[in-house]
């Protein structure tokens, strides 16, 4: 199966052959509204040795063929090379072997914002791929580690711990505000753009059961409301909604958003009244029941 794909500055052509993975890269004109943005992390730059560790252990990991395509089976390139505009967005390698020493070290400025040298076993870079059991997050990808003794965790754990406690903590997130997602948000997927399905036509169960509709009448009950709160906050980074899925998915490309969405383009611009309500609501500024 060939899939093309646009990253970046690159058009990469996924080949997979018996479930091998082979890159074919071609330049291509780059969109700069798609270009990731700076880490908080750039400029702490890693010496000789700790690139080499980096490269080994963690980019080792990355591009680890499990055999697949589909959620829990897919190479950690197979998706994070092409999705832009989300948190964890690495460049294409530059050959089937693997990245450059000088991609590596734009990788690691995306990595470090994953990391918690304070506390590592609280690194996103951990947590998503984790089993929810053993104390995961929601991971659109799947469940690699059932556990944290599995030898890839443990490797990646080790390596954050061998980094100094103080070098990269993330900063505290905003809270994202409940009473009003329950008030103005569910109301976004009960109400459709002319022409467009709701959102709760496709997001009603299963991971991306975000905008289910309400059981009895119009309005939502407070466990419905609840558990469609915490679907959506897999799929919003506090703080960041240029980096959250959720806003990302329905916004045109031209206008920033992701590449992909089996769905209708919402908004076209980041500058549409209701994607800047919900741009609020994502940086912690919009609360209460009031939507106005």
């Known amino acids: 199966m060939v899939t093309r794909l646009r990253s970046g500055e690159r058009w990469a052509t996924l080949t997979l052959t018996g479930g091998g993975l082979a890159l074919v890269l071609g330049l291509a004109t780059a969109v700069s509204s798609c270009a990731p943005a700076e880490s908080p992390a750039a400029g702490q730059a890693l010496d000789t040795a700790e690139l080499e560790a980096y490269r080994t252990t963690v980019e080792g990991v990355f591009m680890t063929d499990r055999g697949g395509t589909t959620s829990g089976y897919a190479a950690c390139v197979m998706c994070h090379t092409w999705q832009t505009s989300v948190r964890f967005s690495l460049e294409t390698p530059d050959s089937d072997a693997g990245w450059s020493a000088e991609q590596s070290r734009r990788n690691f400025d995306v990595v470090s914002q994953l990391i918690n040298t304070a506390d590592p076993e609280a690194s996103r870079l951990l947590r998503k791929p984790l089993g929810a059991g053993a104390g995961g997050l929601t991971h659109t990808g799947g469940t690699y580690w059932t556990s944290p003794e599995e030898p890839e965790y443990v490797a990646l754990l080790e390596w954050i711990e061998s980094l100094p406690d103080d070098r990269f903590i993330p900063a505290a997130?905003?809270?994202?505000?409940?009473?009003?997602?329950?008030?103005?948000?569910?109301?976004?997927?009960?109400?459709?753009?002319?022409?467009?399905?709701?959102?709760?036509?496709?997001?009603?169960?299963?991971?991306?059961?975000?905008?289910?509709?309400?059981?009895?009448?119009?309005?939502?009950?407070?466990?419905?409301?609840?558990?469609?709160?915490?679907?959506?906050?897999?799929?919003?980074?506090?703080?960041?909604?240029?980096?959250?899925?959720?806003?990302l998915k329905p916004l045109h490309p031209d206008g920033g958003g992701a590449y992909t969405h089996n769905g209708p383009r919402r908004w076209q611009s980041r500058d549409d009244p209701e994607w800047q309500m919900l741009a609020g609501w994502v940086r912690g500024e919009r609360t209460g029941a009031s939507c106005s």
């Open 173 to 247: 997130e905003p809270e994202v505000d409940f009473e009003f997602f329950s008030a103005c948000v569910q109301r976004v997927f009960a109400d459709p753009r002319e022409g467009q399905l709701r959102c709760s036509n496709c997001h009603s169960g299963g991971l991306a059961g975000f905008a289910p509709a309400p059981a009895g009448g119009d309005a939502w009950s407070e466990e419905e409301a609840q558990l469609a709160y915490r679907s959506l906050s897999r799929l919003i980074t506090p703080g960041d909604p240029e980096q959250s899925r959720f806003l």
